[in-house]
Structures are given as structure tokens and as C-alpha cells.
């Protein structure tokens, strides 16, 4: 059954499921028709197979959407995240492994209903924010294909963008998942350090990295997030979820925004940028939004130690223990 007509976002589907019209079997089949007629974008690295596939539909048994919160909605995973069973490459084919078991969030999803689809295409060890520094190919952007994805999870922004898929996970150190989901027209969120466990992640830099989320809008992107926000005693950032958990809900009236002083802004020279930044201020000040000006010096600052500072030196030496691959192998940029 082709159900092209149907949003895969969670509450379309999940409504579907409730009412009989369609089933997860059928929504697989739409997906994979769909991959197969979008095969130049070069999203994916590893495909699941029918047979791996059927095993997580198996297991789904009746429709239950408080035991399964997501129940029958498939998902694209990062390759450099741990499914059991399917090889994690990091985008260099030298370093691959399969592991026995999934990472924590990823078991998290499956345990929720969630079905992964496959793992998708990265800059090589979560290494730039364009989507282009791997041996599978660069990734080419939804909307144009001679503009840059963005990274480094550029296949599961892409991967969602394309509608073949519901919602995707990435990973975000400075930006590799909020970048191609904002290259792509999607959502991308990154959790506070911690508030996800990275325990099965390949790390880019430890202490900074957090497993992120791509969206069709912020309620999915908040289901997901609540799904995976429980605390991992094997990682040692693991932490309690904050009190309002992951209610992305937010009132614009009455709420206030940060906005940095006028000088402070800088679009180098990208005159629609600019455009886009004036008319979101708008939207947001027409329902109801307070606009409070702030010193954005500090995080400027901080922004700058994350390509410049001592996170340089541990990103170095984990990598460095952690390859054991021969740097000629390496994409160049890398």
C-alpha cells in the first residue's frame, strides 16, 4: 500500500495506526519506495534489510501508544551510533565495527516502538558542518543539489527533508546537528550535556558531545527527546531529565528573548540572512513576544574555544587512541 499522501510525522502516522487506515508495514513500504527514487542524495550508508526490518515490525505486537509512545514511527541513525547488528563505519569503512548492542538512546527508541530504517551518512568521524568530507559520497542538500547539506549529520537532516523517515538522530558538538537541520527547513535539537546518554557514540570530543534530534516540527522533536531522556549508569554525564522534562510546548506571548546588540550581528555580507533574522523578530513580536537586548561577547567567546581552545587537545589525543587507522586513509580535511 502507498500512502505518499500521508505526513510521516508522528501524530499523522499514529493517528493512522489508531484508526486502521494504515499500518507500519504499509509505512515501510512508502518509505523505501521513496528512498529508492531518491537514490542520488547519498543520505545513507547502511540500508537495514527486509528481514531486519520485519524483526522490529514483529515486535511491535497491537497498537499501544501509551506502552510504545512510538509506536510504528521509523527513524534514520547516524553512523556514528551504535545499532546492534549493523556496522558503524563513522563515514571511514577502515575504522568499522558491529557492535552487539545498540547505544542507550537507540535501545530507548526500539523499546518505545521506534523502527530504524538504517544509518546515515556523515562527515567522516563527525568532522565539519558541511556534509561533504566522506568516502560515501557528499551529501547534497534537499532543497538544491549543488548546495552543501550541512554536518555533520548531514544524511539524517537530508534523510527526513526527502520524507523518508520521521524524525532522524544525530550528534552535535558545534553544531553538527542543528546545522543540516537548518540547511534543510527542519528542527534540530540539542539537548544540555548529559540530558542524553552518548554511551555507544563514537566520541568527537567527550566532554562536549551530545546525541541530537531532527524533526518535522518541535512537538515530535519534544516526544523523541522524552523517549531517550533517562539516565544511563553507564555514562558518567548521565543525569536526572530537568523538571519540565521535554515539554517543548512554549508560549510566545509573554515570554522573553535574547537578542544581541545591533553591532554585534554580523551576516558577512549575506543580505537575506540578515532578511530572515528581521523577519523572525517580527513573527515572534506579533504573538507576543518581548524582545530583551543582550551582550553576546561571552558566547562568542565561547564559541571560539571550541576551534581554538584546550578542546582542540582532547579531541586530538581521543582521536588519535581511538583510530588506529592510518591517517593516509583519511579524508583530507580530516
Known amino acids: 500500500m502507498e500512502i505518499d499522501e500521508i505526513s510521516l510525522d508522528i501524530a499523522s502516522l499514529h493517528t493512522g495506526y489508531a484508526e486502521g487506515r494504515f499500518s507500519p508495514q504499509d509505512v515501510m513500504e512508502t518509505v523505501a519506495a521513496r528512498i529508492r527514487r531518491q537514490p542520488d542524495h547519498n ?50 569503512p577502515e575504522y568499522a565495527y558491529t557492535p552487539e548492542k545498540s547505544a542507550f538512546v537507540i535501545q ?48 539524517s537532516a537530508v534523510s527526513l527533508a526527502m520524507g523518508q523517515v520521521s524524525f532522524s538522530l544525530g550528534t552535535d558538538t558545534a553544531g553538527s546537528g542543528r546545522v543540516p537541520a537548518a540547511f534543510n527547513n527542519l528542527v534540530g535539537l540539542k539537548p544540555t550535556k548529559g540530558w542524553l546518554s552518548t554511551s555507544g557514540v563514537v566520541p568527537a570530543c567527550r566532554s562536549l558531545d551530545c546525541v541530537s534530534i531532527v524533526a518535522l516540527g518541535a512537538d515530535d522533536a519534544a516526544r523523541v527527546l522524552d523517549v531517550m531522556a533517562m539516565v544511563d549508569p553507564l555514562d558518567a554525564f548521565s543525569r536526572p531529565v530537568p523538571i519540565n522534562g521535554g515539554n517543548a510546548s512554549v508560549r510566545v506571548a509573554g515570554t522573553r528573548f535574547g537578542v544581541p546588540r545591533a553591532e554585534q550581528l554580523d551576516f558577512f555580507g549575506d543580505r537575506l540572512a540578515a532578511d530572515a533574522f528581521e523577519l523572525t523578530i517580527d513573527v515572534i513580536r506579533k504573538q507576543g513576544g518581548e524582545f530583551i537586548e543582550i551582550d553576546y561577547e561571552p558566547f562568542d567567546e565561547a564559541a571560539r ?9 582532547e579531541r586530538s589525543v581521543a582521536v588519535t587512541q581511538m583510530l588506529g587507522v592510518d591517517p593516509r586513509l583519511l579524508d583530507p580535511c580530516v
Open 305 to 313: 574555544l571550541l576551534y581554538g581552545g584546550p578542546w582542540i587537545a
Open 43 to 92: 543520505a545513507w550508508i547502511t540500508r537495514l534489510s527486509n528481514e531486519q526490518i520485519r524483526d522490529y515490525l514483529d515486535a511491535l505486537g497491537p497498537v499501544d501508544l501509551e506502552a510504545k509512545p512510538l509506536y510504528g514511527i521509523h527513524c534514520a541513525i547516524k553512523d556514528n551510533l551504535d545499532l546492534a547488528g549493523v556496522p558503524t563505519t563513522a563515514a571511514c
Open 108 to 155: 530507548c527508541l526500539i523499546d518505545a516502538g521506534a523502527i530504524p530504517v538504517g544509518k546515515t551518512n556523515l562527515d567522516q568521524f563527525a568532522t565539519g558542518l558541511v556534509g561533504a568530507r566522506s568516502p560515501y559520497g557528499a551529501v547534497h542538500n534537499s532543497f538544491n543539489h549543488n548546495y552543501i547539506s550541512g554536518g555533520s549529520s548531514s544524511g
